[in-house]
């Protein structure tokens, strides 16, 4: 059964992107994230909930260690 959830979710998740304002919402989202970081002498990046890992994505161009995790129960 969450395997099904999960698809329909993603499914959604989708379409959404596929959506101009939620693309520039999302894009505003990902320039606060590197404005905020960018002034810190990050290291290590830890994301506890990371879903399908957007936020990270954008800090994978600089030199911090990045770990994601995420709980899918079974």
Not at 23 to 38: C, G, H, P, Q, T
Request: with cysteine; proline share 1%.
């Amino acid at each position: 059964m969450t395997r099904f959830l999960w698809k329909i979710q993603s499914a959604f998740y989708h379409r959404l992107r596929r959506n101009p304002l939620s693309s520039f919402i999302l894009r505003r989202e990902n320039d606060s994230i590197r404005s905020f970081l960018k002034d810190l002498s990050i290291k290590q990046v830890l994301d506890v909930g990371c879903g399908r890992g957007n936020s990270l994505s954008v800090l994978s161009n600089s030199t911090a260690s990045l770990v994601a995790v995420d709980h899918v129960s079974r």
